[in-house]
């Protein structure tokens, strides 16, 4: 197997490319730094794309070992012919392989291996051989024996059609057949379990009623209808079964194996059914369903990952005095005040929710600490009485000295990180529910740097994330911290452990050690001063230095993306245009680009012995040293004014606001009620789309018509169509 031909062509790259990508992850090289600062080796090519090479080429590594290991166990068995070795080379699956491998596999005591013990398989093989003058009832009565117990000639023929069975089963070839007859035209069905009717008027049930009376044929399944019906079946609510044509069965059965219109036809014809009933269908249609379940799952989690990466993408809100507001009822409202920069300044507890007296003192409370601290923006989170807190601080806005917004924060995970260990090291002098508030205020202030400190699938912004392979999905969204994380880079001498964790070479006990580094000697005044520190040696060093940056210290490039390796090269690209380090820290190459570009890119990149591609980031960042890609999106949508009711709401009215989440079915907006609208995926533009990641994205702002309200189930339905 060519596993660099494989990659060339699946991921539509030119050879050189694969071979580089292969060699440089061979070689320790991590994601971000190989699509950073190595794009003259791979083309350019960009972080997911490595990412899923890399991927791709240790699945392709593992179908090769899988089969070195069948092809040793078929010639440790003195089986391995030319033809089954080619067979396994051409082998592109391990179902593949697994299908080659059947028929030499140890198998436990079936009725085929009972009747072969009973010496049984030479009428088996006369039977298949259906001579027109053979009459298998005649040649059965030699195999009668007490001794055996084979009592009668039926006894001796069912054994013979057993061993029949097994063999046709067994059949590669008559599998493949099977499984694409299954996956292209099989029909998959739902009905409801005895424990959903049961349960019928309970919420957990009717969240199936769909499904209860369903059929669909497979290819056409959905990934959520796949998904929710996987669950549904685990819950015990819901029965599932795959049919397909019994004429086709039939025909892939045994047309391989019928001859003719001998006596014998008729028993192959029977034991070829019954290899499909009892042993065939069973095992095909697990495959197919694992097959859909699995596919089912790789999308939801691709969706999973990139409506994390938007999420942590989001702008932040920079250098604003912050109010984290955690609601809640018994136990109050604890408040959270950070300066810009995230430093906790002060915190409280206030009970809005107990009288009208306690509304006051809270008032007077969260007034005061605005005035003090001249806080311009409050992030509230969505949990438990947020829609009370809501119109709490809504009523309190006009009353302030000077102008305050505020944000419903996403509470998911919060409760997780609260009472987490790092939480714990982060604020030993807090209760869990004062790190709560301080967590939302952070989220506001930059969603990146808070959001890394919780296990992103605890984040909630997928679909059916609890039934997802753990692994998969843990692997998958780890990748997309890690890209973010190094795609934004880190300042050094403020990121936590978390942050410094997810940068490029960088383990958690290399970060801790950074952090202790840094408390111990003060601010690290360049780069190069890593190499100080404990476990942090100079092959670390090379993948982590150009993510990370530092303002204000003794070597302006350290604070730009441009690697230590290249700082030679930087600083002679300055001096051919009669620049210093000091006017690139400064701001005044604000049109170095276009003087690069008019000087002509590639002229200046061979007489400077390095790539065009080096040559396009390092200017960039030489332009505007400091750079947060984040700086470009637009910024998060604040409310200021009147908050709405679901009962406010009519059909007809348009609104602006914030997609939520997305899953393959559509988005959800937030539009200032509690509840978030649901945009089907026909709803969100005029064309036909496959997937509402193509037209929209976590965080985007977006405007919307209400076209239903479903005050019963709480449930809002939009439109971004038309919308002016």
Request: contains cysteine.
């Amino acid at each position: 197997m060519d596993i660099i031909k494989i990659l060339t062509e699946e991921f539509s790259v030119r050879e050189e490319q694969a071979k580089n990508v292969v060699a440089l992850l061979d070689d320790g090289k991590t994601v971000p730094f190989i699509a950073r600062y190595r794009k003259e080796l791979t083309g350019a090519l960009d972080d997911q794309t490595i990412r899923r090479m890399a991927l791709r080429l240790q699945a392709l590594r593992n179908l090769e070992a899988k089969k070195e290991e069948v092809r040793t166990a078929i010639a440790n068995k003195n089986a391995l012919t030319e033809e089954i070795s080619q067979a396994i080379a051409n082998a592109m699956t391990q179902v593949e392989i697994e299908d080659i491998y059947r028929p030499f596999k140890e198998k436990r005591r079936t009725r085929g291996s009972v009747a072969r013990e009973k010496g049984l398989t030479p009428l088996a093989e006369l039977i298949l051989e259906q001579r027109l003058d053979l009459i298998p009832e005649e040649e059965a009565k030699a195999y009668i024996s007490e001794e055996k117990e084979i009592l009668n000639t039926e006894t001796a023929l069912q054994g013979a059609m057993d061993i029949i069975a097994e063999q046709i089963a067994d059949n590669a070839n008559i599998r493949l057949q099977m499984r694409d007859l299954y996956q292209r035209f099989g029909t998959l069905i739902c009905s409801v379990t005895d424990k959903a009717k049961e349960e019928a008027e309970q919420e957990k049930s009717a969240i199936y009623q769909n499904y209860f009376e369903y059929e669909k044929l497979v290819p056409r399944m959905a990934g959520h209808q796949i998904l929710a019906i996987h669950r549904g079946e685990k819950e015990g609510y819901l029965k599932v079964s795959i049919t397909a044509s019994e004429i086709m069965i039939e025909k892939i059965c045994t047309k391989s194996y019928l001859k003719n219109q001998s006596p014998s036809a008729e028993l192959v014809r029977i034991a070829g059914l019954d290899s499909a009933k009892r042993l065939i269908i069973p095992s095909i249609i697990r495959e197919v369903r694992n097959a859909l379940y699995e596919t089912a799952c790789t999308n939801a989690i691709k969706v999973f990952a990139e409506n994390l990466k938007q999420l942590l993408m989001q702008p932040p809100l920079k250098n604003t005095v912050t109010l984290g507001f955690d609601p809640g009822y018994k136990n109050g409202c604890k408040l959270a005040v950070v300066d810009g920069i995230g430093k906790v300044l002060d915190t409280g507890i206030i009970y809005p929710t107990f009288s009208q007296k306690k509304k006051q003192e809270g008032a007077e409370f969260v007034t005061s600490l605005v005035n003090q601290y001249h806080i311009q923006a409050i992030a509230i989170g969505n949990g438990t009485a947020s829609r009370e807190s809501e119109s709490f601080i809504a009523e309190l806005l006009p009353k302030f000295s000077h102008k305050v917004s505020y944000m419903v924060i996403s509470e998911a995970g919060a409760s997780v990180y609260s009472a987490s260990e790092l939480a714990a090291e982060e604020f030993p002098e807090f209760d869990v529910s004062l790190r709560s508030a301080v967590s939302i205020a952070r989220r506001l202030q930059d969603p990146l740097a808070e959001l890394v400190k919780i296990d992103p699938k605890a984040i909630g912004v997928g679909q059916y994330q609890h039934d997802m392979p753990k692994n998969d999905l843990q692997t998958a969204l780890n990748g997309v911290v890690e890209e973010c994380v190094n795609h934004v880079g880190v300042d050094l001498n403020t990121a936590s452990v978390s942050l410094l964790s997810h940068i490029a070479g960088i383990t958690n006990t290399v970060a801790k050690n950074i952090v202790a580094y840094r408390e111990e000697n003060g601010a690290f005044q360049n780069r190069k001063e890593l190499l100080k520190v404990s476990k942090l040696g100079a092959k670390t060093f090379e993948q982590c230095a150009g993510f990370l940056r530092i303002s204000g210290g003794n070597q302006p490039l350290d604070n730009t993306a441009v690697h230590p390796e290249s700082y030679t090269v930087a600083q002679a690209l300055l001096q051919k245009f009669n620049y210093s380090l000091e006017d690139a820290s400064s701001g005044k190459l604000t049109d170095f680009a276009e003087t690069v570009r008019k000087a002509g890119a590639d002229t200046l990149a061979k007489e400077l012995n390095i790539g065009v591609y080096t040559l396009k980031d390092m200017t960039a960042e030489l332009q505007k040293p400091a750079r947060d890609p984040r700086d470009l999106l637009p910024p998060p949508l604040m409310r200021s004014g009147d908050i709405m009711q679901l009962s406010d709401l009519k059909a007809g009215m348009q609104l602006v606001g914030t997609v939520r989440n997305i899953v393959d079915f559509g988005c959800f907006v937030d539009i200032g009620v509690h509840e978030d609208g649901l945009v089907h995926i026909s709803q969100i533009c005029d064309k036909y789309i496959k997937n509402p990641l193509e037209v929209v994205k976590v965080g985007d702002v977006v405007s919307v018509t209400v076209l239903d309200i479903d005050m019963k189930r709480k449930r809002i339905a939009l439109t971004m169509k038309n919308q002016k």
